[in-house]
């Protein structure tokens, strides 16, 4: 009995048995597979809420943030406004108080001729802002403002400096046109 062929057959079944065991030792165990199923569902549903509700939060603050800057630009935009009132009042005191010279009478020297600017028709009549002239377009300081000894000239005046600034026909009357001389000059033929 004991010969070659037997020997192989033997050696055969014994190697069909072994690799019968290993592909049943490797299937998973129906029992384990059924409880570990759950966890992991449970797991990426923990996962998925946990950031939905970190970005609900994360929401909610840039929602906070942006309600806080616009408060703060109300608040800005209330003290700019304020800030405003506050500078035309004083603007206005300014003006009610008559700091300023009525008429100025601007002679020019060695000369008859004599130009009248008044204060109250250019502020309390054209509405003009005292910053509209001073100190740009006028030093503060009557017979500061000198082209050539101790005057102002038309010739500047015509390249829109000084009263020329506005009285360019444009904005006033001009000082080119000879229909108007007499405004300025009322003395004058
Ligand atoms: C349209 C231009 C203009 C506006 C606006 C204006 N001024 Fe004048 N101001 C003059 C001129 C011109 C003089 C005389 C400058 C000179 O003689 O060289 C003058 C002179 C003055 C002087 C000097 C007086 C002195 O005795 O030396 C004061 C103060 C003054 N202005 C105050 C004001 C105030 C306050 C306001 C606003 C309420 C104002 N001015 C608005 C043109 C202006
Ligand atoms: C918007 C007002 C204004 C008008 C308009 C005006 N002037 Fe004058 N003029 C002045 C002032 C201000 C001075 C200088 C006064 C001073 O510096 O004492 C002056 C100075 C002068 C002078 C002496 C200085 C110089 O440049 O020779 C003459 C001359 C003169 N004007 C003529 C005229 C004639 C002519 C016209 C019309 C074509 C005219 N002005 C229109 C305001 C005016
Ligand atoms: C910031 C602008 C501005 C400047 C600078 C200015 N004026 Fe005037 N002026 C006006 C305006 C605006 C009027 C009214 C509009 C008009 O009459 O054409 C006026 C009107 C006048 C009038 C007419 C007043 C009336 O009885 O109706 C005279 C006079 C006058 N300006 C003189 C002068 C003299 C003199 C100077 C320079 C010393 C001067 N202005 C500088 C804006 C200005």
């Known amino acids: ?18 690799a ?23 797991k990426a549903k923990y996962d998925a809420e946990k950031a939905r509700a970190d970005a609900e939060k994360a929401m909610a603050e840039a929602e906070m943030a942006m309600e806080r800057a616009e408060r703060a630009m109300e608040k800005a935009e209330q003290a700019r406004l304020e800030a405003k009132q506050e500078k035309a009042k004083a603007i206005e005191k300014m003006v009610e108080a008559h700091r300023y010279p009525e008429d100025i009478a601007m002679t020019v020297p060695d000369s008859g001729t004599t130009a009248i600017f008044s204060h109250k028709k250019h502020t309390e009549r054209e509405h003009l802002r005292c910053i509209e002239c001073h100190p740009k377009v006028f030093i503060m300081k ?12 038309m010739a500047e005046m015509k390249k829109g400096k000084y009263c020329g600034n506005c009285h360019n026909g444009h904005k006033a009357f001009s000082v080119s046109d000879i229909a108007t001389c007499q405004r300025c000059h009322p003395k004058r033929q």
């Open 20 to 42: 019968c065991g290993f592909v049943f030792l490797g299937q998973p165990n129906p029992a384990q597979t059924e409880e570990k199923a759950p966890d992991y569902v449970e």
């Open 1 to 18: 009995m004991f010969n070659e062929k037997n020997l192989i057959k033997r050696m055969g079944l014994i190697v069909m048995l072994v």
């Open 142 to 153: 009557v017979g500061k403002n000198v082209v050539k000894k101790g005057q102002l000239t």
